[in-house]
Every structure is written in C-alpha cells, then in structure tokens.
C-alpha cells in the first residue's frame, strides 16, 4: 500500500510538473504573439515611414528639376536679351557707318 502511495504521489508530482510546464509553453506562445505582433506593426510604420521618406525624395527631386528648368529658362531668356542689345549695337553701328558713308560721299561729291 505504501509503495502505492509513492507511485500515486509521484504521478501527481509528475502531472503537476506537466501542467506548470504546459502553462508554461502556452504563457511563452502569447508572448511570442505579442511580440510577432509588436513587430509587424514596426515594420508596417518603417515600411510607411519608408514610403514617406520616398515620396519626399521624389518630391525634392521634383522640386530641383523645376528649380533646374526654371534656371535655365531664365538662361535662355538672358542669352536672347544678350543677343538682341547685341542686334541694336551693331543696326547702332550699321546705321553709324552708313550715315558715315553718305556723309563722306556727299562731301566728295561737293568737292
């Protein structure tokens, strides 16, 4: 009866160890849960914070081709200034030199 005794006390030890040792497990399987689900949302704010950042690129790029565009606009608009003061300076010259020209002829032509 006594060794009965002992083998009834040690399945009790023992279904007792089990069932700690199951809490256990399913204590570890929450905690794992929630720190899967911890990090999902992490990667869901990195990918956002991510795609973020890209559009911020995108946009400063954007940005910077405009600026880009609107510079050399401001080139070309400079260059036909240029170019026109250069058109008057030389018609200037031109009509300078013709008036020139005729007044040399006609004072030929009174001599």
Same mark, same amino acid.
């Not at 009866?1 to 809490?23: G, P, S």
């Not at 510079?71 to 020139?100: D, N, P, T, Y």
């Given at each position: 009866?006594?060794?009965v005794a002992v083998a009834q006390t040690r399945v009790e030890v023992a279904e007792?160890? #089990? ?17 899967? #689900? ?12 991510? #795609?973020?950042?890209?559009k911020f690129l995108e946009e400063a790029a954007d940005q910077r081709t405009a ?26 010259? #031109? ?17």
């Amino acid at each position: 009866a006594e060794e009965v005794a002992v083998a009834q006390t040690r399945v009790e030890v023992a279904e007792a160890r #089990a069932a700690h040792l199951e809490a256990c497990v399913d204590g570890l399987r929450r905690g794992l849960r929630t720190e899967q #689900a911890a990090q999902e949302q992490q990667l869901g704010e990195a990918r956002a914070d991510f #795609a973020r950042a890209e559009k911020f690129l995108e946009e400063a790029a954007d940005q910077r081709t405009a600026e880009f565009a609107e510079r050399s606009a401001l080139e070309c608009r400079e260059a036909r200034i240029f170019a026109l003061a250069e058109q008057a300076k030389v018609a200037r010259l #031109a009509g300078e030199a013709a008036a020139v020209a005729t007044g040399a002829r006609e004072a030929r032509a009174r001599e």
